[in-house]
């Protein structure tokens, strides 16, 4: 973990609210963020070309198809199979269970106007990802010295300790999550500090500030991401220059086949 990031909190009662809200039939919105706010939008990770971040609706102008708030990735580009479809130009898929970089300090700004705890916020991190509990020894990556000799493997900290590995989870179902607490700011640096100039930062995949007036989900097998919260925070995410933001609804559906349109 980045030294900047939250620290971790075994306090998972502070999110028991969350789940008794969350809907049980998996693949909708309200499965993924809980009931009970008053607007829903879906942020649409964008596609990464080389240096570049392209909107859906960029792929939509040249397949011919409809970006609308149940869009599908594959349907939108016409392929078969859901996994790893490209825009046939060798770009996308867009990254699944996580935002970039980018898009995710722009969606931080947002967050920060709609709330009035910015300094107390918490975030739940998916217990399976390789950084959080690396084994000791084990190589994170293979760094080429100058002179040619073969690889020499360089080994980055796990991003929890011992400790906090073995103490509570937040259990949703089929997902366990540890329990970061921060302010706003440093969910940026949620990661893997791979070596001390090298750091891969990772997004929550749940987020909310202390004074719950909104939660941000981004479930690690959705290529997009989740947020509930005001009727005001939801329109200016719709407005956002470089956020691409759809309204929708609890109940609707985002799995494989939801894209009855494309």
């Not at 939509?60 to 078969?80: D, I, K, S």
């Not at 929890?160 to 302010?183: K, N, W």
């Amino acid at each position: 973990m980045h030294p900047e990031g939250p620290t971790h909190s075994a306090d998972v009662a502070a999110a028991s609210w969350i789940r008794p809200r969350l809907a049980t039939d998996f693949g909708t919105v309200g499965s993924v963020v809980p009931a009970g706010y008053p607007a829903y939008a879906r942020l649409l990770h964008p596609v990464e070309d080389g240096e570049r971040l392209r909107r859906w609706s960029d792929v939509a102008a040249e397949t011919g198809r409809t970006v609308h708030p149940l869009v599908q990735w594959h349907r939108l580009v016409g392929a078969v199979d859901p996994r790893g479809a490209s825009d046939g130009q060798g770009a996308g898929p867009p990254r699944v269970g996580e935002l970039v970089p980018d898009h995710l300090a722009a969606l931080l700004d947002v967050l920060a106007g709609h709330t009035g705890t910015p300094d107390d916020c918490w975030a739940c991190v998916w217990e399976g990802y390789a950084w959080v509990a690396k084994v000791p020894g084990s190589i994170a990556l293979l760094a080429f010295s100058d002179d040619g000799e073969p690889p020499v493997p360089e080994h980055g900290p796990p991003g929890f300790t011992a400790e906090q590995l073995a103490g509570p989870r937040l259990d949703h179902p089929d997902r366990s999550y540890l329990l970061l607490r921060g302010p706003l700011t440093s969910f940026r640096f949620i990661g893997d500090q791979v070596t001390a100039d090298w750091f891969d930062p990772q997004s929550p995949n749940l987020w909310w500030p202390a004074d719950r007036t909104w939660c941000v989900g981004t479930e690690i097998d959705f290529d997009s991401t989740l947020v509930a919260g005001s009727r005001a925070l939801v329109d200016d995410l719709l407005a956002h220059p470089v956020l691409e933001a759809l309204e929708v609804q609890p109940g609707d559906s985002l799995t494989w086949d939801a894209d009855e349109v494309n």
